[in-house]
């Protein structure tokens, strides 16, 4: 949820002051947010985005997923959609576009839009942000590979949701963003990944992994072996069924 920042008006009521964006939101979840901020109809800055004019790359194609920067955005005696939306984009091209974000994506032979989907698939997979740069050398060792992503956090975009179960059913979905069944990178990033996740999309930690499954809160398992990665993901079911267990239950 947002977290708008109240200050008082002319007339005694609060109204807000400025709009925290989180990192990792989607650009659907950013809209949201402005169109209740502003108190604004639904949708509403979805559809700003024809007027807005962002200064997005040419591989965006007008899609601003991945530069609405997560921050604090004050709004003004005068906010807009479009206004917020710039201003979320050009804090993005500020921090992308800079000599080390450039270099580092070099460095790994992408480009920034590329190093930006990496950040973004970090940002959405990661359970600490500890585990961001062995997150982003499990993708780089995996495109080394030729191997397919298998980023269930990718279904998660193309479907529209955010949960920790992924069916086969899923993984059979038509879409771009299905690293199941496509190979590369998605054709955008998936979130808006902070300065954390975009440091370790183009400094990804040393380490020969393919695997890593969070079995609990503070325990992501990092590994290069099936066998064991597939005991991990074992041990996390068990934790998940345990959990969800009603009182009593053997």
Do not use: C
Not at 77 to 106: C, I, R, W
Not at 126 to 138: F, I, L, Q, S, T
């Amino acid at each position: 949820m947002a977290v708008p920042l109240l200050t008082p008006d002319d007339e005694g009521e609060s109204r807000p002051a400025s709009l925290v964006i989180p990192e990792g939101w989607r650009a659907t979840q950013v809209y949201d947010a402005v169109d209740k901020t502003l108190a604004l109809p639904a949708g509403t800055t979805k559809k700003s985005l024809a007027k807005a004019a962002l200064k997005l790359p040419n591989d965006a194609e007008g899609n601003p997923e991945g530069y609405l920067f997560p921050a604090t955005y004050p709004l003004g005696d005068s906010p807009t959609p479009e206004k917020l939306l710039a201003a979320m984009v050009d804090t993005a091209n500020k921090k992308f576009t800079g000599a080390p974000v450039a270099a580092g994506a070099q460095r790994n032979a992408l480009n920034v839009y590329q190093a930006v989907t990496i950040a973004s698939i970090v940002q959405a997979e990661a359970a600490a942000k500890e585990d961001m740069g062995k997150v982003a050398r499990v993708v780089f060792n995996r495109l080394e590979r030729g191997m397919p992503l298998q980023m269930d956090s990718t279904i998660n975009y193309a479907l529209g949701r955010s949960t920790l179960d992924t069916t086969t059913k899923d993984t059979r979905i038509d879409s771009p963003y299905n690293s199941y069944q496509r190979m590369g990178l998605p054709p955008t990033p998936i979130a808006n990944p902070g300065d954390v996740a975009m440091t370790a999309a183009i400094n990804p930690t040393p380490g020969d992994w393919l695997y890593f499954v969070t079995v609990k809160p503070g325990d992501t398992r990092f590994t290069a072996d099936y066998a064991e990665h597939q005991r991990n993901v074992a041990e996390f079911n068990r934790v998940r069924q345990s959990a969800t267990k009603p009182a009593g239950a053997a």
